[in-house]
């Protein structure tokens, strides 16, 4: 029987529907689904294969399974800024966020920890550099970016970017769990947080295991065609100093004590939940086509040996700035490798943009540059210019790293320099040998103050 021209034009046009549906399931089985974790405070040396006191298999196993970065640094190495560049790509002097959101009512914040002042001043600071006490719904983050692309995003955990009018759920993601108006927890244990509705119910269950049982749950039950993106923002391993119980008790066998015990217990629990949630998605057939990120948001708070600084003092030293950072794409990244480029976490919103089929070039004022190729040929990245830290409390306020130099400079006009190829302990300050190099250096950070708008609270550019 011959077809008509009528029939043959429906079957023309059903084959057109059947093809675009089948280009659009191709697109959407393109592109990868995407899982980063983020931790709070979790030093680079807070592991197993760096120091034996901790337990973290799971962690050293995605390292095992992927690619990590081994010359990882934030850019401003404290909880909101951290967050927020990681949201837009921006840098926190560019986005004027160079300190962590405060919640005292010093500060203009009521106690739910709410406030209409924008900006807030650190009475130590010897600049007074104002600071944001918000991400403001302006710009674009990487939930937005990405549901251009046809991604659901979930957001779980510590957000640490304003208050309920800020969001997670009005910054681009279609959901937000265990989202408070607070960068910690009042205690790990029921209730979390003070003058908080957040998980009123729950009676009993550490919040670290929460938060992953809501995204296990998430896995199991996720039945959408487009590609998903879930950000684990834990609050662990945030003070206070408060692992989980039988852990505590498991590390004070071995020896430790006090916040030494709690701290050790405290990765261990974000160990165990990245093992959960890892082995979630391969009982649901998405390991194959899941990218899993791992990145802390600064250095840890105790010891990171062989670094100088950390959390608390020091902190735009290798200990405060310098994280782990590995990725995990199977069928892209080779097991097990390294890489020694110099990334900072402006990097990873274009990279999510191109990971997922998107444009950079139509985000403006992006200070990363994507990894893609470079995850995918573990080759050497030649972004171009230095990476610099930028933090607003002390006297140190800025670093500048370009090849083995750092530049530490402060508000005061001095300067050191290491050479952290020689120098990984940042104990020996060689300015007074390379003047010349303290000086390009010098130039490169007062140039670049003036691009994010900064110039008037440098220490040299008078």
Not at 277 to 294: S, Y
Not at 341 to 365: H, M, R, W
């Amino acid at each position: 029987m011959k077809l008509t021209a009528l029939s043959g034009s429906i079957m023309a046009l059903l084959m057109g529907v059947t093809t675009a549906s089948y280009a659009d399931e191709t697109k959407s089985t393109e592109q990868p689904n995407i899982l980063l974790f983020f931790v709070d405070d979790m030093g680079w040396a807070s592991r197993t294969s760096k120091d034996p006191i901790y337990e973290t298999p799971n962690i050293d196993q995605l390292s095992k399974d992927g690619l990590e970065f081994e010359s990882t640094y934030i850019a401003t190495p404290t909880c909101s800024p951290s967050r927020a560049t990681l949201l837009t790509g921006q840098h926190p002097a560019r986005i004027k966020m160079p300190r962590h959101i405060p919640h005292q009512a010093q500060y203009g914040f009521d106690k739910k920890g709410r406030t209409d002042q924008k900006w807030n001043l650190w009475p130590k600071d010897p600049a007074q550099v104002p600071s944001a006490n918000w991400l403001g719904l302006e710009y674009t983050t990487y939930a937005e970016a990405l549901k251009e692309q046809g991604y659901y995003n979930l957001f779980v955990g510590k957000w640490h970017l304003g208050d309920e009018r800020y969001h997670p759920i009005h910054q681009g993601f279609d959901k937000q769990i265990g989202t408070s108006n607070w960068g910690h927890p009042r205690s790990y244990y029921p209730p979390y947080f003070k003058n908080s509705d957040v998980y009123k119910d729950v009676k009993d269950r550490y919040l670290t295991d929460k938060l992953t049982d809501d995204a296990v749950s998430f896995l199991e039950t996720y039945d959408k065609k487009k590609p998903f993106m879930l950000s684990m923002w834990y609050y662990a391993i945030h003070t206070p100093f408060e692992g989980r119980k039988d852990l505590v008790k498991h590390f004070e066998e071995k020896g430790l004590r006090g916040k030494h015990a709690q701290h050790a217990a405290l990765v261990s629990g974000i160990d165990e939940s990245i093992g959960r949630i890892r082995a979630t998605l391969k009982a649901q057939g998405l390991d194959k086509n899941t990218m899993v990120i791992f990145l802390s948001d600064q250095g840890g708070i105790l010891n990171n040996k062989p670094f100088r600084g950390g959390k608390m003092i020091d902190t735009l030293y290798e200990g405060g700035a310098r994280v782990p950072f590995i990725v995990s794409w199977p069928g892209v990244t080779k097991p097990g490798t390294k890489n020694t480029s110099l990334v900072q976490s402006t990097d990873l919103f274009p990279t999510f943009i191109e990971i997922a089929g998107g444009d950079t070039s139509k985000y403006k004022n992006l200070d990363g540059v994507s990894l893609l190729n470079t995850i995918k040929e573990n080759s050497t990245l030649n972004r171009g210019e230095p990476l610099f830290g930028y933090r607003a409390y002390q006297d140190l306020y800025a670093t500048v790293r370009e090849g083995d130099w750092k530049l530490a400079a402060f508000r005061s006009g001095n300067t050191k320099l290491y050479n952290i190829a020689d120098d990984i302990s940042e104990s020996i300050d060689v300015s007074h040998n390379h003047e010349e190099k303290v000086n390009e250096l010098v130039k490169k950070l007062t140039t670049w103050e003036k691009e994010m708008g900064v110039e008037e609270y440098s220490g040299f550019n008078r």
